[in-house]
């Protein structure tokens, strides 16, 4: 019994002694919804619309946006294309953000994708690179980019955005 | 008796001076901080923490039109020999002040010794008019996390 009893107190001691504050006993806590922590070198919704909001920064400062005024030409943004080394990126939620901050700024007619009738199209892209170090460091580049072309095919604009994620060294202590 | 009527009349007399300290804002735009400049008609720039007052400066505030939109530039400017890890976030305001809702997240850069980094943005709808610029050290859940465990680690020894 005795034996028991130390064994139960000795667990109790050890959970004590837990430093691992994050969310108290459950472990989750609610974040920040603009913080952009991460546990990988992988994109997570932060950042998608850190991507969004800088790419259309990039667009809608541009001189032939300014051009349109209140002319609101119809616009598509077409498929975006997954060049990166990771399957499972959620690109249509990368996609949503872009057209909900376009959309925001009232300065186009956001046609469906299948639209036949438009004035501009803008294709996405999302690419990466990726380096491993000996210690398990990791360093990734992906970029996002727009390029808008007329109907007739003629491009017109191009804007871009890079985000670099480095992960340390693997600590085994 | 009368010593504990002057008490009673102490007490009462402390709470109500205690009262009158709270500060009320409920009619302010802002407490007026060393860390908060609003100089800029259109602009608000907070520096995230003291630490960073007279070390980092937010300077050469733009705010112009762009077509239908309104555009900003800012500059960050390192005072010192340090290199510092930070990150901004820029909210845009309209004229009656309230913030426009396209999200937005801070956005982490590096300022190495004495250097001076742009950044711009763009008011996302026609109503954007000002904006509430924050620089500030890096902050999330794993960093402060990282932080207690370093504190507790310390404390140990």
Known sequence: ?173 | MNRKYLFYILLMGSMINLTACVTKGANMSRLAQRTIDDTHPRATLILGSTELVNKVLITNVKVVQAGLLSRAGIDVQNLTDNRYNLEYKIVWRDKQGFPIYVSNVWHRFVLTPRKIKSFQSTGKTEEAYSIQFTVRFPDDLYIESDKRAKEADDSWF
């Open chain 1, 1 to 173: 019994m005795k034996k028991y009893l130390l064994l139960t107190a000795g667990i109790v001691l050890l959970a004590a002694c837990s430093k691992d504050q994050l969310g108290g006993q459950s472990r989750v806590s609610i974040l920040d919804e603009s913080s952009r922590a991460h546990l990988q070198a992988e994109l997570t919704m932060a950042d998608y619309t850190a991507f969004a909001e800088k790419v259309t920064n990039k667009m809608l400062a541009s001189k032939l946006v300014q051009s349109w005024g209140r002319k609101r030409p119809r616009l598509v943004v077409g498929r975006m294309r997954n060049n990166t080394d990771n399957e499972s990126i959620r690109i249509q939620d990368v996609y949503d953000r872009i057209t909900e901050t376009i959309l925001a700024s009232g300065l186009v007619r956001l046609l469906d994708k299948s639209a036949t009738a438009f004035d501009y199209v803008v294709n996405t892209e999302l690419s990466s690179t990726r380096q491993y170090g000996p210690g398990g460091e990791e360093l990734a580049y992906f970029k996002l980019e727009f390029k808008m072309f007329k109907l007739d095919g003629e491009m017109v604009g191009q804007w871009s955005d890079v985000l670099p994620l480095g992960k340390a060294k693997r600590n085994f202590l």
